[in-house]
Structure formats: structure tokens, C-alpha cells
């Protein structure tokens, strides 16, 4: 089970982080992408980043320069920083597993609103 959580409503320029609580499977093992994807109002899903089992990381490039993503297997969370918010960036946020080799992802957490606004 996948559990999203963040900071609800945050002001422009503000940098927000996201956590995704992971239960049932250590985020440490297994050859899975923990992976942060999001959704603005009507728009498509926007896959933004992963990290993978050894902690390497990927980037969304029009994110990059803005996108911090990161696993504590102490704590078995996912972490998406966001720096320097607009409100382009205000959406549902979700944090999903994929399986090395597969296309798809087999679990999705419920998604957390964050909205950006003065």
C-alpha cells in the first residue's frame, strides 16, 4: 500500500515536499521504480521522476533543475522535493511502484492535492 502526503495549499516561490508511505514492502528490496507522477486540472498524467532499487534516480527533464527524489528504507518512504513552485505546478500528486521490464504500474497510492496559490 502506497500512502501520499504533502502540504496541501503553499504560496508561489515556496519549495514543498511530498512523502509517499510504503507499507506491506520494503522501498530497500526488490527491483522496483518508486516513482512520483502527478495530474493538474485538465491535464494528462505527467511522469515526473523515480527512484530505483540501488537509489539511482531519473528526471522528468523539464523538471530536472527543480525535482529532488530520494528513499529512507529506515523510515520505508519515497520523498519528492519541489523547489520554487507556481501554480502550474498545482495538481494531484501520486506516488505508484513499477517492476524493472514491466510498462505498467502495479500500485498507486490515492494521490495528494497540492494547490499553489497567493
Known amino acids: 500500500q502506497l500512502r501520499e502526503s504533502g502540504p496541501g495549499l503553499v504560496k508561489p516561490s515556496q519549495g514543498i515536499s511530498l512523502t509517499c508511505t510504503v507499507s506491506?514492502?520494503?522501498?530497500?528490496?526488490?527491483?522496483?521504480?518508486w516513482t512520483w507522477i502527478r495530474q493538474s486540472p485538465g491535464k494528462g498524467l505527467e511522469w515526473m521522476g523515480a527512484?530505483?532499487?540501488?537509489?539511482?534516480?531519473y528526471y522528468n527533464p523539464s523538471l530536472k533543475s527543480r525535482t529532488s527524489i530520494s528513499k529512507d528504507a529506515s523510515k520505508n518512504q519515497i520523498t519528492l522535493h519541489l523547489d520554487n513552485v507556481t501554480p502550474e505546478d498545482t495538481a494531484v500528486y501520486y506516488c505508484?511502484?513499477?517492476?524493472?521490464?514491466?510498462?505498467?504500474?502495479?500500485?498507486w497510492g490515492q494521490g495528494t492535492q497540492v494547490t499553489v496559490s497567493s
Open positions: 505508484a511502484r513499477k517492476l524493472d521490464g514491466n510498462a505498467w504500474y502495479d500500485y
Open positions: 506491506g514492502e520494503s522501498v530497500a528490496m526488490g527491483a522496483y521504480y
Open positions: 527512484v530505483a532499487y540501488a537509489a539511482d534516480t
